[in-house]
């Protein structure tokens, strides 16, 4: 009997294309492929992301520095706030494609709404300059100020949390992640202030000592309606510790009506024999 025996065979390229025989030019061609195909692969991962950035000016085109100024969604819930630098201008960072609308508002001059406006994918937006055009005056009348919602002073920016009801409803974690020069990323436990990382978190002025991920979780416990003003201090006194370098974040809570109210007033009534 005979036995048939079956060889494979492989068909090689007698001119395999290696590393040591590769020319020069292809090796940075195929190299440069790669990276475009990775960037092009990353981009399309991330979520789109924008800048919008306008100016808000008075009647005479003269920007209107420490101006309000709000992000909203068309139904007027609020993405991002902050107040106008230098020369009336401001800016918002990483902005979701959607369709949005600003407010700008200052002492003395009526709230001023832009039209609705879109974000595309990718694409920064300047805006118009933004005009608070005329005073507010009353003859005979009261005139009842609030406090503006962002206060900047030389130190810290201070935002005024009892000033609007636009953060009703929301917690401490939501209303620093809408605020400019705050970067908040819950997913890889990270809290930033002016671009640097390390800030330090108080509570009436005490420090709240824990790590980052316990962090994000006690801001997001907290409920804006029982705070009265949170404090950004990015240049902080010489009092405070030196650690905190980047920056401290305050936050200051209602007093509660029974604060302070803690003696206990004991009184016992005389017995019959004793009045008598």
Do not use: W
Request: net charge neutral; glycine share 10%; proline share 5%.
């Amino acid at each position: 009997m005979r036995t048939r025996t079956f060889v494979k065979q492989e068909f090689l390229n007698p001119n395999p294309i290696t590393n040591n025989n590769m020319n020069p030019i292809m090796q940075r061609s195929i190299s440069l492929f790669i990276l475009i195909s990775f960037l092009g692969f990353l981009s399309n991962s991330l979520p789109a992301q924008s800048r919008i950035s306008g100016i808000v000016q008075d009647a005479e085109g003269v920007g209107i520095e420490r101006a309000n100024v709000l992000l909203l969604n068309t139904d007027s819930t609020f993405v991002r706030g902050g107040a106008a630098g230098e020369q009336g201008r401001f800016r918002f960072d990483r902005i979701k494609v959607g369709s949005y609308l600003i407010k700008a508002s200052y002492v003395g001059h009526p709230d001023v709404y832009t039209p609705v406006f879109d974000v595309v994918s990718n694409k920064d937006v300047e805006l118009d300059p933004i005009s608070l055009i005329g005073g507010i005056t009353l003859d005979g009348g009261t005139v009842t100020r609030t406090r503006p919602l962002y206060v900047p002073k030389i130190d810290r920016l201070v935002i005024n949390i009892t000033s609007s009801v636009i953060f009703k409803g929301t917690t401490v974690l939501d209303v620093l992640e809408g605020t400019q020069g705050i970067f908040i990323d819950r997913q890889n436990n990270r809290i930033s202030l002016m671009g640097k990382d390390g800030v330090n978190v108080m509570e009436n002025g005490k420090l709240r000592y824990m790590p980052v991920s316990a962090l994000l979780q006690y801001l997001n416990g907290i409920s804006s309606d029982n705070v009265e003003r949170i404090e950004l201090i990015t240049t902080p006194p010489a009092k405070f510790d030196a650690e905190g370098d980047a920056g401290y974040i305050n936050i200051v809570l209602k007093k509660r009506p029974d604060e302070g109210l803690n003696g206990c007033l004991l009184y016992t009534s005389p017995s019959p024999r004793d009045r008598g």
